[in-house]
């Protein structure tokens, strides 16, 4: 049987908080400072949560990747910061948006039917779909995405540590290719006929100078391991060119005037020899460059029969730009006079990406390293004087194989027809400074071509560590004594993390901002209720006292099953209160018992 009212009762919207009791009793005080306490509660957690994650990633920034199990280990913790602030943050959501949820729903009339919609959106994103509703209430339904979308910032954020490859280095103290001058063998090419006699340099020597030469890069070297860099001070040979004096360039001069006029129509394009002694001790022909006086001597001899000048063996050499044609000496012509030299060598060595980069930081000249016309008068029973005749004669052979392949001449008849005579100038790196042979036209200076020769003899210096034949053993512990071991870094390929804190902050920065926004929706919820609500059922049971919502639920439906009857979602809410009875809560709108 259906309960009736006999008495008219008031109803008026009520501001929830502010209805009393019909017995006079006074209700408990709102507690509202618990739900607040909760919502700021969210944010700093979920803010720990962030720092949290935030320098666990960056201690494992730049660390080696040691194993398979150490990087999954990281990334479950990873996931656990990410999922325990995306949790805190939805939970600080959530109950802003029920505040929000029941400051809207006390002030408006809903159907049934929509305030269901309202109320699950949290647990149904699909409720979403209805547009019309949500359009309606802009802010319920940006707090309800808020919260639905929070766990892409869970999602995002475990991948800003990843796995990069990277390159680790180590240092060892190893033997690295050094020059050995020690002795001369491997530098010379013996005569059959007496084992202390040789023909000059060594057919391994000219063939890796020729080598060096020809490709104008310091040939293939070993490394001592690998991917490897390494910095050594060595003493090896070096050449420097100067302009000789005045006179010498006056002599040069007259001889090649004289030639001109003497030829018959072939002229000399370039000209490489070097000075040899005129039968008289330490004595030179024709000054300090011996110069062959009609240029047409058939003697160009190699660096092994320099003369002796007191300082260093030289290589001299001549290029005029002017043909037999023109006798005219031009002053653009090239004469330098070059010197053999002890130096100090500091050099970079690196080995890496299957690359070889040799680096000459610095080069020191000492002295001059003199040249040897006669080995056999220089042999001393002198064990250190020995020793030392024995790196003199593999830096003059060294000398000798670089004379092989500039000594000589460049000729052009009166056809114009190029010559080379002895020398393999033209098969170095050379040959584009002396374009100007074939027209006359400079394409090169003293400086310019000083500069290129000392490169081209230093390339061959250094071309000598690609040859075991002239390096330090060090598999021979008597060989390689006094030869101390060379600080090499090695590197390798590793794993390493790497930590993209600004993708992390990003994503956890747009969270927390997105929280904060909906904490204070949920402040601005509770100041206009004056309450503080609960998403649980004592909530919803409280606020549905009134009788007349029998109305609306056929006894049929009273068990709570699916589905609702259309007539129960149609039905219209509205939060009212009985200043007579003192009840507050829903009331179906029209209906009385």
């Known amino acids: 049987m259906t309960p009736t009212r006999t008495q008219d009762v008031e109803y008026e919207v009520l501001h929830p908080g502010q209805h009393g009791r019909k017995d006079g009793t006074t209700p408990r005080a709102p507690r509202t400072w618990k739900v607040a306490l909760s919502m700021a509660c969210s944010i700093i957690a979920g803010l720990v949560f962030a720092l949290v994650h935030h320098f ?13 199990a150490q990087q999954r280990w990281i990334i479950r913790g990873g996931t656990a910061f990410a999922f325990g602030l995306k949790t805190t943050l939805a939970l600080g959501t959530s109950i802003a948006y029920v505040q929000y949820f029941w400051l809207t729903v006390c002030s408006k ?12 959106v949290l647990g149904n994103a699909f409720e979403l779909c209805d547009l019309k509703l949500w359009f309606r209430l802009p802010v319920l339904a940006s707090l309800a995405i808020v919260t639905w979308t929070l766990p ?13 490859p990277s390159t680790g280095n180590r240092t060892e103290h190893l033997g690295v290719p050094q020059f050995d001058y020690r002795d001369y063998t491997p530098f010379a090419s013996p005569l059959p006929s007496d084992d202390a006699k040789f023909a000059g340099a060594s057919n391994t020597l000219v063939q890796l100078a020729l080598g060096s030469a020809t490709t104008q890069s310091i040939l293939s070297i070993s490394p001592p391991v690998a991917n490897s ?8 040979p070096a050449l420097t060119c100067q302009v000789p004096a005045r006179n010498d360039s006056l002599a040069i001069e007259g001889a090649y005037t004289n030639y001109a006029d003497t030829s018959g129509g072939f002229g000399i394009n370039y000209m490489a020899w ?23 001597t058939n003697k160009l001899p190699s660096t092994t029969d320099s003369c002796y000048d007191g300082y260093s063996a030289k290589l001299n050499i001549f290029i005029p730009f002017n043909t037999a044609s023109d006798a005219t000496f031009s002053e653009s012509s090239v004469l330098l006079n070059c010197s053999l030299m002890n130096a100090s060598y500091t050099v970079n060595f690196d080995f890496r990406d299957r690359a070889q980069r040799v680096n000459v930081q610095s080069r020191e000249l000492l002295n001059g390293v003199a040249g040897l016309s006669s080995y056999e008068e220089l042999f001393d029973d002198s064990p250190s004087m020995f020793n030392k005749l024995l790196s003199y004669m593999s830096v003059n052979l060294q000398m000798d194989a670089f ?25 170095t790196g050379l040959r584009s400074q002396l374009s100007g042979v074939t027209n006359n036209v400079p394409s090169t200076s003293n400086a310019t071509f000083a500069r290129s020769v000392e490169n081209l003899f230093e390339n061959m210096t250094m071309s000598l560590l690609s040859s075991n034949d002239f390096i330090v053993d060090f598999s021979n512990e008597t060989e390689a004594a006094g030869t101390p071991l060379t600080a090499v870094t090695i590197y390798y390929p590793q794993n390493i993390y790497t930590y993209e804190a600004a993708q992390l902050w990003l994503a956890y920065g747009i969270a927390i901002l997105a929280n904060v926004l909906c904490l204070l929706t949920g402040m601005f919820a509770m100041r206009r209720n004056g309450l503080s609500y609960s998403n649980d ?27 609702v009857a259309p007539r129960t979602k149609k039905g219209t809410l509205t939060y009212q209160r009985s200043n007579e009875y003192g009840w507050a809560g829903f009331s179906a709108k029209g209906m009385q018992y």
């Open 152 to 164: 892409i910032a869970a999602i995002i954020s475990p991948g800003t540590l990843i796995v990069t």
């Open 229 to 236: 860099t390494y910095a050594v001070k060595m003493y090896a």
């Open 537 to 563: 059922f004592t909530t919803i049971m409280r606020t549905t006292r009134n009788p007349n919502l029998d109305l609306l639920v056929p006894e049929a439906e009273s068990n709570g099953a699916e589905p």
């Open 274 to 296: 070097v000075p040899y002694g005129d039968g008289a001790e330490n004595g030179c022909q024709n000054g300090s460059i011996a110069i062959p006086s009609d240029l047409t």
């Open 56 to 68: 666990f990633y960056t201690y494992w920034n730049g660390k080696v990747v040691s194993s398979d």
């Open 109 to 120: 009339e809903f159907e049934v039917g929509k305030i269901n919609s309202i109320f699950k």
């Open 403 to 427: 004379g092989r392949i500039m000594v000589g001449t460049i000729n052009t008849d009166h056809y114009g027809t190029i010559t080379p005579a002895y020398t393999l100038v033209l098969s």
